[in-house]
């Protein structure tokens, strides 16, 4: 069975929550989801084994908490060129002109630009802290996990 990686950072549990919905619709779309907190992932073997790798952060300061700079510093030793990957998020503000500076879009461009995987077609999925918990939410994503896991067909 083709297996994903989620792996995210969270200081409130907001992409925590997003971390399990991804991995649910992962599974609905018939593949494997495995879920795990960027700070256990010590090494490079960590990484190793996966079909596809979704990336999880808040945005902190309109840029990465430092503990996320560090993980991708690893993942650039990790070998991943050419393996899908996404990227996603919570936010509190909107400030609709910089949304492509909050942390899943830097991750994205970093995924590309320095790991060379291949961009999910979805892009980075940002999602403010009040809707994670909503219906709504749930539901985007979850879409955003089964989109993905549908890509690895
Ligand atoms: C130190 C710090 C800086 C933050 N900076 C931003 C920011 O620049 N823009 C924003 O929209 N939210 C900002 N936030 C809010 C978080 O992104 C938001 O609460 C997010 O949902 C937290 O996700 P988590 O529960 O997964 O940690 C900041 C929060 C903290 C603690």
Request: proline share 4%; glycine share 10%.
């Amino acid at each position: 069975m083709t297996k994903v990686l989620i792996a995210y950072f969270s200081s409130t549990g907001k992409t925590e929550t997003m971390a399990q919905y991804i991995a649910e619709g992962v599974r609905f779309s018939g593949h494997e989801a495995v879920v795990r907190k960027m700070l256990e992932i010590k090494d490079v073997k960590g990484l190793s084994g996966y079909d596809g790798y979704i990336f999880g952060s808040p945005t902190f300061m309109v840029d990465l908490p430092k503990p996320v700079k560090t993980f991708l510093l690893l993942t650039q030793n990790a070998k991943l060129e050419g393996k899908i990957s996404g990227a996603f998020g919570s936010y509190r503000h909107d400030v609709s002109y910089k949304h492509d500076a909050y942390a899943p879009a830097i991750i994205f461009n970093v995924l590309q630009k320095e790991n060379k995987m291949k961009p999910f077609e979805l892009g980075p999925f940002n999602l403010k802290e009040d809707s994670v918990e909503t219906r709504e939410g749930m539901k985007a994503c979850q879409d955003y996990g089964r989109v993905f896991g549908e890509k690895l067909l």
